[in-house]
């Protein structure tokens, strides 16, 4: 997908893709991926968003490491790890 299917007005995100998840706890939703360089604040994160409302998404970086170095989801199950990896290969993350 190309365009996001939910609203985001962050000018300082970047999209980078919507993904539908295939198994495990957020099986079925469609996620709308974002990397935020946080702009002045440069307070840089990675944001999933399920839904048009204002609370309708998760986010953090730290979040995506902790899942990743626990091993708590496999890679393909959680939208933050995905966002996190994606976001990575693109070097908007060292």
Do not use: W
Not at 30 to 47: A, M, N, P, R
Request: proline share 2%.
């Amino acid at each position: 997908m190309k365009k996001p299917k939910y609203a985001h007005e962050c000018i300082h995100c970047i999209f980078l893709g919507s993904v539908k998840i295939k198994s495990g706890d957020y099986r079925g939703k469609l996620f709308d991926l974002y990397y935020c360089s946080g702009g002045k604040s440069k307070h840089q994160t990675i944001i999933a968003r399920d839904g048009n409302k204002e609370y309708e998404y998760m986010s953090g970086i730290e979040i995506a490491k902790s899942i990743i170095h626990n091993n708590s989801y496999n890679v393909d199950e959680h939208p933050l790890v995905i966002a996190y990896n994606i976001a990575k290969s693109k070097s908007f993350i060292i």
